[in-house]
């Protein structure tokens, strides 16, 4: 693996970074209540994260982490809609979220960049193998549509066991794509990342255990 850093990975590093945060205040709290828990801060820095990790993966030239933020972008925002939050950020900012991805494309679409054949028939990245990117972006995104169906059902945000079972399964097939793909940020991100849901998941355990 190439250990020299572009600007490209500044970016990834800084939005894996933000992603790590949000994981990192959601552990700390929930160790603190002994319990797992589902602070706003976690929605917040999802959003952050995915704005500069959507760039990142256009930048790369990498479908598959184009297609995991465009996914999720609006179940991050659903979840502050369930928390209240959303509600009390101001109007503008929450429109210029909401916008964000549409505003993108057009630029995207006006200056020429935006070329879906170029995405998807990148010569640096094998078909087989770009396959395998998209089918673990997909298996990673499912987690925030499960928790997403959860949350409705409950009428509130919350992180269940589902979600951290398949966190963990699609990290470890993303850590599989990231050390093939020679992806700096992916590999150091799921790897770190693993141990969070392991941790979560053990939390949920012993919750369920002492309630019975």
Wanted: glycine share 4%.
């Amino acid at each position: 693996m190439n250990l020299n850093f572009t600007y490209i990975d500044i970016i990834g590093f800084a939005g894996q970074g933000l992603f790590f945060s949000r994981f990192l205040f959601q552990l700390l709290l929930s160790e603190k209540h002994k319990k797992v828990v589902t602070p706003s801060i976690f929605w917040k820095l999802s959003l952050l994260a995915s704005v500069i990790f959507f760039v990142y993966g256009y930048l790369r030239e990498d479908f598959s982490i184009m297609l995991g933020q465009s996914l999720t972008y609006f179940i991050y925002i659903r979840n502050l809609q369930l928390q209240k939050e959303w509600q009390k950020m101001h109007k503008f900012f929450r429109w210029l979220l909401f916008l964000f991805p549409v505003m993108i494309v057009i630029y995207a679409y006006n200056n020429n960049v935006y070329d879906l054949d170029k995405l998807l028939r990148n010569e640096n990245i094998p078909f087989w193998l770009l396959m395998l990117g998209i089918v673990a972006q997909l298996v990673f995104i499912f987690r925030f549509v499960f928790q997403w169906l959860s949350s409705e059902k409950k009428k509130r945000s919350h992180l269940p066991l589902g979600f951290w079972a398949i966190s963990l399964t699609g990290s470890i097939m993303i850590l599989t794509y990231a050390i093939i793909r020679e992806d700096k940020v992916l590999f150091v991100a799921h790897s770190i990342g693993m141990f969070v849901y392991m941790r979560n998941i053990y939390l949920l355990r012993k919750q369920k255990n002492e309630a019975t």
